[in-house]
């Protein structure tokens, strides 16, 4: 398995271009299910999880190939084989259950395997299983697997999420799309990438209206078409790349970043004293002076700071000056980073959800595993800035989620190699 050897201690300047948003693809792509039409997705980013929702369709039936140097993903549901999404897939990536919304409303039947337990937490689909028995499915669970049955098609409802979830909301969208009716989805979740979704599905002939806020409403129509769409770009990736020159020093141009994606991010990058601006083309980011000041960070729901970007903001926080408190609320085992930060000399006590992270002068290099993805390049970024050498074992799960991190990472001065065992 491959690792990634990063020797701190160089500051960082240039560009990085920002990849189109990983989550953003995972529900585009499954959207291809819903019309017989072929759906072309640009700006798609290169990563594993992309290959493996493609391998799932795929196992559904639907035509796939990348073209553009994998830029652009091209997909064509005019003959569907399947509507069972097996294990195997669904157990590399929970993004799997996006086909079930789908595939209920294209066919009236999916079966669709529980993704199991997940590093970062129990992760239920309740919340999607509420959602579509209310627009008329029958769900059962049997053998591990949700047997979701629609013979005689769905029918709009007015549906009240108990929490936010960006999954259910999509599958709901997705369903809601072909169902007979008006669909109303309350207490939606409002992440870009749902807006994505909205504007493709609008293109593929949906009725779609308040996508982004927290209440959507849905006309069901009889057929979707094709379309052509272009995906957002990863707030997550640009908010990762941007902790870069925040934890090392420089200065870094990020091409295609909009502080409209991470508004609550930029404002605590601002409160830590690092500055952000608004370039022709992207974000600048760079320090405002020598030192980071500690700050608090509670993980919320869109607009709120991201779960996602927590753990590389906790990477950042160990040096900074002074004494700052992490709150994670959408994922209940969300600090696996924080064993791995501490071997590399970080004051961290983890107590249930809340981490008070004691700056420390410098971070030292050492051997440290990844056990997820955002855990993964948490520790990437806090080799930047360390002392020696720090070894991140385990980097498949970067792969998943990050397109050539040591070379984005590298072109901007970072010493950071990727070693294949
Ligand atoms: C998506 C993102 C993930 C991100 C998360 C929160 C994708 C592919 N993944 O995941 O990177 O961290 O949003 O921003 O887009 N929940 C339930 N029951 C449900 C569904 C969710 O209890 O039926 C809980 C989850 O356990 C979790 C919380 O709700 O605690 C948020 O989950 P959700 O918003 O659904 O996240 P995902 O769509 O899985």
Redesign the pocket.
Same mark, same amino acid.
């Given at each position: 398995m491959d690792k990634i050897i990063v020797r701190g201690g160089a500051e960082l300047s240039g560009t990085i271009q920002i990849a189109g948003a990983?989550?953003a693809c995972? /529900?585009l792509m499954p959207a291809t299910l819903l019309s017989e039409e072929p759906l072309t997705l640009t700006n798609a980013p290169r990563l594993s999880d992309i290959a493996t929702m493609g391998a799932l369709l795929a196992s559904l039936g639907v035509e796939v190939s990348r073209l553009q140097d994998g830029k652009v993903v091209a997909l064509s549901s005019h003959a569907l084989s399947s509507h069972v999404a097996d294990y195997e897939i669904v157990r590399k990536m929970? /993004?799997s259950n996006?086909v079930l919304g789908p595939l209920l409303a294209r066919t009236g039947q999916a079966v669709v395997s529980l993704p199991g337990g997940c590093a970062i937490? /129990?992760?239920?689909?309740?919340?999607?299983?509420t959602a579509l028995e209310a627009l008329g499915a029958t769900i059962e669970l049997r053998e591990g697997y949700l047997h979701a049955e629609a013979r005689g098609g769905l029918k709009g409802a007015r549906i009240d999420m108990r929490?936010?979830?960006?999954? /259910?909301t999509?599958n709901t969208m997705m369903a809601a799309v072909l169902a007979k009716g008006t669909t109303v989805i309350d207490n939606a979740?409002r992440?870009p990438?749902i807006v994505d979704l909205a504007q493709c599905l609008v293109a593929m002939g949906a009725y779609i209206d308040g996508a982004g806020g927290p209440t959507i409403t849905i006309e069901g129509v009889d057929r979707l078409h094709g379309a052509t769409d272009a995906v957002v770009p990863d707030r997550?990736e640009l908010g990762t790349y941007m902790l870069a020159p925040a934890i090392a020093g420089g200065s870094v141009d990020l091409i295609g970043g909009r502080i409209d994606l991470l508004g609550a991010f930029c404002e605590k990058l601002d409160a830590a004293g690092i500055d952000v601006t608004q370039t022709d083309t992207g974000l600048r980011v760079a320090r405002r002076n020598g030192t980071v000041r500690a700050v608090d960070v509670i993980t919320e729901?869109?607009p709120g700071f991201?779960?996602?970007l927590q753990a590389q903001m906790m990477a950042l926080l160990c040096t900074a000056d002074g004494k700052s408190v992490l709150e994670e609320r959408?994922?209940?085992n969300r600090f696996m980073h924080a064993p791995e930060l501490i071997r590399m000399g970080a004051r961290i006590d983890v107590h249930g959800g809340v981490a008070e992270v004691t700056g420390v002068p410098r971070l030292k290099g050492a051997p440290v595993m990844a056990t997820d993805l955002r855990a993964s390049v948490s520790l990437i970024l806090a080799g930047l800035a360390a002392e020696g050498e720090t070894v991140v074992n385990r980097v498949y799960h970067l792969d998943r989620g990050y397109e050539r991190v040591e070379h984005k990472l590298g072109a901007c001065g970072a010493r950071i190699e990727r070693v294949s065992e």
């Open positions: 990983k989550n995972l /529900a929970r /993004a996006l937490g /129990a992760r239920p689909m309740d919340i999607h299983v929490f936010p979830s960006v999954g /259910a999509e979740a992440e990438e997550i729901v869109f991201p779960t996602d959408i994922f209940e």
